[in-house]
């Protein structure tokens, strides 16, 4: 049992010696252990476990042959844990013993995974990891790799990040938000999901923080180590992996020459596209290496920490793709499909993360840690899509047959944390804490590629081929690089005084954040003449800028994409923490949050919004009860307020081609303000076993949607993200439960949620009168990446005996809105997906252990559909729109990602 | 120590707290920028912006008759939203490399048919023989200034006898902001204002790049111009988008990159009409040979969503025939058509009389008859299918008064300007009096001699732009 919490401590070493010889076992799930056919005579007994002091060693005798002796042992934490300042506590230890305890004594709503269960989880990244935790979905990239978290229903800019309770900035090229996939989740010691936020925790998270917390020193020498290699059933010698080497241009002919200088087709490099090479089976590859000690008689500890991935995936998809503007005949806003695009994806990520903590202490009342963290994620995808139908429409004649688009892109992420933290305790009653961050976090997307080839084939009346014609022939290379730097400093003051002989704490602190953004962005559009047919070779096609002049820098029409952003935001807190009444913890306060941006863009003096700055000033109060029904079950209730503040890109008035419609900024946003109110009860039966049943409700103020306005001239319109002037609400209702018997566990939660917002859309019909017109209607939705149906249940094994562990994990994800569309009733809805994964680990030796991991066992698809029977689609459109499967909708898009193989080899010393 | 520590960092703590600027405030300031105001125009020295620190000259005022007017490069001559510029009867305005006109108020050209007004860029050498130069080498595809644009607040352009040329330089960021228009654009003209006037009468129209006049919405007449070497490589000559009301008539369009005449519905804004065009009277020789992508029309086009009608319409040797477009489908229940006449020097045109993969439906007012023989067209033939127009190549030689046909010597793309032909009709041609006279035009715009239309011709009794009584186009 943990000393502290009474927690079982599953795994712990039981070592029985008699007349010399030992005999260990390991301790059960429920905390049980036993020796049989113990001999009588004396005997010894302790306990190990990692993380904690060796147990004193109980002796005595066993007489009789039939006597059961039962011998409860208490360990305790061995590190020289000081206090728990931060109030999500700072336990550091990895078992989910441990961290059921943090939830259970936290005084806020949060959902944690332990690092023992982050390491039997089939997922190698966080975001993926992510996906387990009650009320969480993830959002995933082309290649299938989860990436953006949504929280109980609230999507990505609703979240923040944290890394040991720090908040890191994002290497996204226009939100806050972090891409979670960057993080390997082997570097964790535990993952924290926030859901309700305390004064003293950043207010800008509606949805839920995510806090990494990575590996701290231990108290003694810990060495771990693991190699595991693996492969995607995806790729064959049918369907290669694309693999490429990345442009040696690192830098833009702008960015090299200046501005004013006019490229040629000589100054690009083609690297990218003609160096693609197929693999038949690429080898997936991991590695991790963890070490970590103490030194000066304890008083420093070290760990380092590295990991590497190497990871080959992809999906094939197809794809239907929508013109900007559906067709009032036969139906209003019938879909119009321009494309159908079969394409493939062939995704490369290398990850390397390394990160290290060194803990000082100075004395028994000052410590000191300076941690960091160092991310590097570099992607390399490759895109090859074929439209062999040829829709027929407007640009294109029924004899279309050839449209050939390849892009090879490389996108490198960088995030650097370096953060120095203190611990002072100032007296009996008084601690002071600080934290003095550097953070760095870049993105590169160095000379990304794409050439598009769209050709005719004449056919004769009986159909065979007479002639091809070039229509187009297009070679894009384009660079866009942000980089975001933090200078932080946090300070907290608590206060531990006892008030009518009740403890009480009061807390007040503050941060100041200093944040530069920097961004720049240019795309070279080379056109090939459309006098050269394309036979597989880029050296034949004369490319050229067509007028010459649109290879100079400035005359970039992305000007405004450039810009440099400051950000100086401080806040400021108090909070108070005392029992009420015996059993009723009440934690409230208040925060105050200054937000102080500026930008500039290179755009010219001509251009209203070039800069611009913005302020605003936040009361964000809250108050969390929590209230001891008995020593193992809790209820707790809270309200917090908290904000969301617009990305980056978002307020800069940015422009950038979207998929059917270009974005525009919108300098004129608000950000974006919730009340928020959560109830909860827990009950912890013992051991891992855990009962969560918990309802929220959120009424969310200025909510930013993206809407279709006209940009100048009437026809042409963009995506502009705007404050809805309705308010949004989201509620919902979550379970979890964990109940293990034995050796078997089972471990289930789900999600309900509803969120509804009312905004304008586009209904393009045909009046009697009028003719055609396009009018404004009211259409009320969930909120964007909200599924109202949210589960995963897992079937655990855990046999200390046989040294086995295994999982097997499900996830259900129901429909969920994926992408808004500007017209009535034409919303993308991702239909409900499931995912099956396994994992297991068995230990071969002593501290050697084979591991394995198989995800998307049932090779589950991603399906996109358009909520329009496809029935009544005219009958050209009937012909492409490919196999349908539920009338009452229409299948634009269906991503297939096969099954995913990792198994390897775990060392622990 | 800590009986001083303590007090300090409560005192620091508490002052930054205190010391938050207003609890819950905001505040927001965004750079707008305002042109500055215009002063009356003068000849004196060049239009500059040189000195100013941005790319805006903005003007106002009268251009005087016999003038010549220079704008320096890289400059944005501006029409303020409450201004006014007319350009007297016999004015020259010199485009500098570069430059762009953008009447967010009032523009008029009043030229006359004695003293047209030029819009152009000095020192340019035209070679107009039929090869005389690729479309690489030639000048009037060369985009040499950006072009002329009627923004969202610009009530009323007008171009009346008066040359345009040399435009069609893609915009960038500085131009497009100010007229709020595309920075991609590459068109010599571009009108967007739905409830805006773009008058063109009697005006010629030389060279561009892309769409030489994009119509992104609007009232509009276009009467009676004449249109040479329009769009490099691809490009819409009169391209109408989504809110678009008006007729296009008596035009003469000579080697479009694409269509002459083009109108759809798409992109229309909430609270603008449905496009509308009614086209009558207009000869398209050449067109469609630049568009290098097949099956994009080579002379009349309609599609998504939009209705109207075309009648007498002459279509020499386009790369493609008049097409309506069935998906996404224009709106057929409102689109009428007929008696519009094709000649095909070869048999490749002829297949294309009636575009294979369209849903134009054969008129029995068309030339040829649709029952000219069993091949043209077959009693099986469906709306788009492939039929064999062998029957029909070199079939009723329209007798143009200098323009003979078949053409000799040159391939059909490189007839791409007017110089000395002349497409009047010879009183034996048979599209004398096969004109349909019943139809009305669609007249959205003011009636005036200066401030509107001057003269809506009525549809004419022979096909094409010219009339033998003298009446259409002019030039």
Redesign the interface.
Known sequence: MDHKTGEALTGATVTLTQNGVNRAVAVNLNGSYSFKNVRTGAYQIHVNYIGYSPSQIYTGTITGADEIKIINVDLSDASQQMVEVQVKGEGNKESDRSVRGIEKNAPMVLNILSANTIQLLPDVTVANALQRVSGVTIQRSASGEGRYAIIRGMDQRYNSTLVNGIKIPSPDPQYRFVPMDIFPSEMLERLEVIKALTPSMEGDAIGGVMNLVMKSAPNHFVLSANVSGGFSTLFSKSRPFVDFTGSPNSKSPAAINGNSYQATYADFNNKALTSDKNMSTPFSSTAGLTIGDRFLNNKLGVIVSASYQNIYRGSDSKQLTP???P???PLPNSP?FSDAYDRTYSTQTQRVGIHNKIDYVINDKNKLSLYNLYIHQSEFESRYTADTLG??????????QITLSNRSTLTQQNIYNSTLHGDHI??NE?R?NWDGVYSVSTRHMPDRTEFSY?A?K??N?SGAVTAE????TALTHHWENNRDRDISGY?N?IYTPKIAGKDVEFS???LYRHKIRDADYITYSL?GG??TLFNNNFNDIPFAF??V??GIGS??????NNYHVTEND?S?Y?QVKFDLFPKLQVLGGVR?E?TDMSYATQ?????????????????LPSVHLKYELTNNQTIRASYFAAISRPGFGEMVPY?ISGEYYDQVGN??L?HITADNYDLRYEFYPGGADQLLVGTFYKKIYNPIEYFVV????????VIKPQNDPGNATNYGFEALATKFFGIIGFSVNYTYTHSRITTNK?L?SNDAT???????VNETRPLQGQADHVGNASVLFKSAKLGLDMQLAFVYTGERLAQVSPYYNLDFYQHAYNQLDFSFEKTIVKRLSFYGKINNITNAASKIYLKFPHGSL?A??QEFIGKQDIAAQTLVQSDYYKTLFLGGFRYKF | M?KY??PV??FL?AA??SG??????????????T?PAASPVSDKAPLSCSTS????ISVKGTMLSGKTYTVEAGC?LVINATDTLLMQPGVTLNMGL?SSLIALGTLVSNGSKDAPNWITVAGVTKNDAPGGLTAAADPAY??KWKGIIG??TCNLLVLRWTHVEFGG??E???T?????????NQYSI?F???KGNFIMEDSWLYGG?DDPIRI??GKIAIFRNTFEKNG??GGDCLNA???TVGTMAYNMFMGTATNGQKA???????G???T?IVMYNNTFVSGGYRQ?????GGCINF???A?GAYFNNVAINCRFGYRV?????A?VA?LTYGNNYQWADSLSVANQFY???YITQPQVTDIPSITTSAKYLPSTYTL?S?Y?GSDVVQKNNPMFLNFPLPTTGHPLYQYSAIGSFNFRLLANSPLVGKGNTSIQPLITVPIDKIYGLSEATAPGTDLGAYQLNGSGNKH
């Open positions: 013109n900007a503007q067709s009032a005949i119009q829709l027929g429409l407007n640009s294109t004649g029924l004899s279309k100032l007296g008084w002071f769209d005719n004449t056919l009346n014609v070039d229509n187009n300070a003051l007040t602190g503050g056109s459309k006098s067509n007028p002049t649109d005359n970039n029409t992305d000007l405004q401080n400021e108090f105050v200054n755009s010219p003096e001509t251009v209203t919004e070039r800069s611009g700055t913005i302020k605003y000033t936040d009361v422009k300098p004129y608000k006209r940009d100048g001239g009437p026809s042409s319109q586009l393009y009028l003719g055609l017109q396009q009018t404004n005219d050209k459109q | 800590k520590i303590i960092i409560s703590l930054s707290i938050c600027q207003k609890w819950k405030g905001e505040h927001t300031d965004i750079y707008t920028y042109p620190g941005s790319t805006v944005d570069g060369a985009g923004g969202p330089l893609t960038g960021k500085a497009s902001t100010i007229a709020g228009s595309g920075t991609g571009l967007a204002n739905y790049v992104s919405a490099v490589s988008k989504g809110g759809s519905n798409k992109g229309q804004a909430t603008a009409p449905q509308n290098v992508q097949s099956g994009r599609e998504e969503g209705a477009v069935g998906s996404p489908i709106d409102h575009p294979t993969g788009g492939i064999d």
